[in-house]
């Protein structure tokens, strides 16, 4: 098994994560703006992005059921590569749960997701307030663990690169960015 992921699964991980900041960054911005149609442009745009990510994540756990990541450092304690294992699986379910939330939401609350503005997606729910304003509160929450367990995986990572001072955190990076 190598020590550095795949630049597939490198290429992935940025991709995503940088969807992530900006989808997250997008949604806190227009979560408080007034209903306009600035505001309408702007929940497609996260719609949009949504799906993306969600697709880049499906694409991302493919790409990982034939390419196992490399192993933790065996310096590691045994509970301590576990906890990584779970948290890495709650980052995928919670990468899934998400724009799946919004798409549940947005269909409770009877506004189509119509992804890059051509190819609509079917409601998953039918039309109902009450259900739509609890998915809004089951996405924010969602999204604000997400936020929670993402600082967590890079203090752990800059853990890894500044205190352990192993290779955990170089073999996610791009070749030469350690350099």
Known sequence: MSAR?????????????????GT?????????????????QLVSWHKWAGVTLFALVCARLAWR????????PDT??????????????????????IP???WLMSSAKGVPTVWFGVLPLPDLVAKDKALGDFLEGT?????YTLL???AAHVGAALKHHFVDRDDV?????????TK
């Open 65 to 72: 059921l034939g390419h196992p990541p490399p192993a933790l």
């Open 100 to 102: 799946v939330s919004g």
């Open 148 to 150: 929670a367990l993402v």
């Open 24 to 40: 997250f960054a997008l949604g806190f911005y227009m979560e408080d703006l007034p209903f306009s149609p600035a505001k309408l």
């Open 5 to 21: 992921y795949t630049p597939v699964a490198i290429a992935l991980h940025w991709l995503v994560a940088l969807g992530i900041f």
């Open 139 to 143: 996405h924010a929450t969602l999204n």
């Open 169 to 177: 955190l170089a073999r996610m990076l791009p070749r030469g960015a």
């Open 76 to 97: 590691m304690p045994a509970l301590l590569r576990r906890a990584a294992g779970a948290a890495h699986g709650l980052l995928y379910l919670l990468m899934l749960a």
